[in-house]
């Protein structure tokens, strides 16, 4: 089987209008795929920026995969949240993005976009907080419905992915 | 390629801690160490070590220097786990106790060569306001028990920082 690894950082985000973030992150891979060692989801702690505006994460990502097939290859879908001081959670965005396919260090900056309700919730997403969220997370990475739904952009995502790829070369792929 | 049975690899790392930009705070000192997973072990130089304690230089950038060796060999059979580097900075606060300035972690990097890093540094904050007044009086803040767990990717969401 083949072997891939993805070990990088989540080092921050840029551009979100809401200051303390945090981000809730996750691997989807096909059914060919086997996760080997690693955790493929998790949430990174609540940075408040106090100089500048990125907020840092520098959550680390570890993942080994094993594969038999192409098909599949992971992506990193991401949903970025703001926290007030009440610790109350508000959706700031969503995002996704392939883990490269070629070996080395890859800097990615994933945009995010969140969805728009009709103006009633808008206005009430601007006074009280809150909002329209997706039910069912697998809209992030998917493009099946897309169709259904109007969004507004969020800010961007910074990852700093690394990528190595083993005994590729036995089922005739060149990396 | 050999192909079958688990291969050794070895890592070697060597370089610096270089500088620091901290704009609030100066007379800061820096420790590092490693982080790194089961089928890793370091088979030469050093795991950890503390710098010494440098002020802002008077320029325009008012950089802390600490021009700090880093040197150490890891050997492994599994990418798994790949070291990253764990840097803890401390300083004095108002009333002359040792308080950490910033916690921060970056893998090593994969591809040989010369790599330049910067680091962005965190602390962890209380989420009371009382408890941030008391711990700004007592010169007692939030502190990681043992900094390795900033190289963990488990139990981030209730460290707000």
Known sequence: MAEVHVIGQIMGATGFSESSLFCKWGVHTGAAWKLLSGIREGQTQVDTPQVGDMAYWSHPIDLHFATKGLQGWPRLHLQVWSQDSFGRCQLAGYGFCYVPSSPGTHQLACPTWRPLGSWREQLARAFVGGGPQLLHGDTIYSGADRYRLHTAAGGTVHLEIGLLLRHFDRYGVEC | ?161
């Open chain 2, 1 to 161: 390629m050999a192909a079958g049975g688990p291969s050794v690899f070895l890592l070697m790392v060597n370089g610096q801690v270089e500088s620091a930009q901290f704009p609030e705070f100066d007379n800061l000192y820096c420790k590092y160490c490693f982080v790194y997973g089961q089928d890793w072990a370091p088979t030469a130089g050093l795991e950890e070590g503390i710098s010494q304690i440098t002020s802002k230089s008077r320029d325009a950038c008012q950089a802390l220097v600490w021009n700090f060796p880093i040197d150490i060999t890891f050997k492994s059979t599994n990418p798994f786990g790949w070291p990253q580097i764990v840097l803890s900075v401390y300083g004095p606060d108002v009333f002359g106790n040792d308080v950490v300035r910033g916690y921060g972690a970056v893998h090593v990097p994969f591809s040989p060569g010369r790599h330049k890093r910067t680091i962005p540094m965190f602390v962890p904050e209380s989420t009371s306001k009382l408890q941030k007044f008391t711990s700004w009086f007592m010169g007692r803040r939030p502190e990681y028990t043992d900094p390795k767990v900033v190289a963990q990717g488990e139990g981030r969401e209730d460290q707000p920082s």
